[in-house]
């Protein structure tokens, strides 16, 4: 790979620490390698392509399953999961006779999903990165201060849970 490449590659990765951001880019680069591969009409690069988005899915919806015990009511939850399972089932088919209009439902739902995670930064801002725990300096061997964790949700995809 090229410096110039590189140098993109590196440009366009989220920064740590804001699982919307991280969430937005993934579902943006899976529905990009999927209209790439749409392009090419080429069967094993949309076999490649599907996996990919499916994979990442499946990570969603493990930790939406998980979010999911915790509040079962939660209507954004059962929303994604339903989502999830449409892409099970979506790109089941699609990997038995993948067609470019089988992928383009699949490349809109991740720009979609994208485009509503990137907007909710601008009007939510992300939770602040996890604060490190500080001590105060030793005055003898029991007077360390040291705060309590942050409360950990179920779950790590903020934008889902």
Known sequence: MNPYAAAAQVASTPQEGNPRATEAWALTEAGRRL???AARADNKDMRDAL???WRL???????????????????ITINMLTLCQF????TVDS?????????????????????GLKESLEHDPVEAPMPQPVTAPMQSKTQI???APPPVAPGSFSAFA
């Open 57 to 75: 899915w499946t990570i969603f919806q493990a930790d939406l399953t998980v979010a999911l015990e915790a509040d079962p009511t939660k209507e």
């Open 87 to 90: 892409v099970d089932r979506h």
């Open 51 to 53: 996996r990919l988005n």
């Open 145 to 147: 201060e040291t705060p």
């Open 35 to 37: 209209a790439q591969a």
């Open 95 to 115: 990997l038995a006779e993948p067609t470019k209009e089988k992928l383009e439902a699949l490349i809109n739902l991740n720009r979609q999903i994208a485009a």
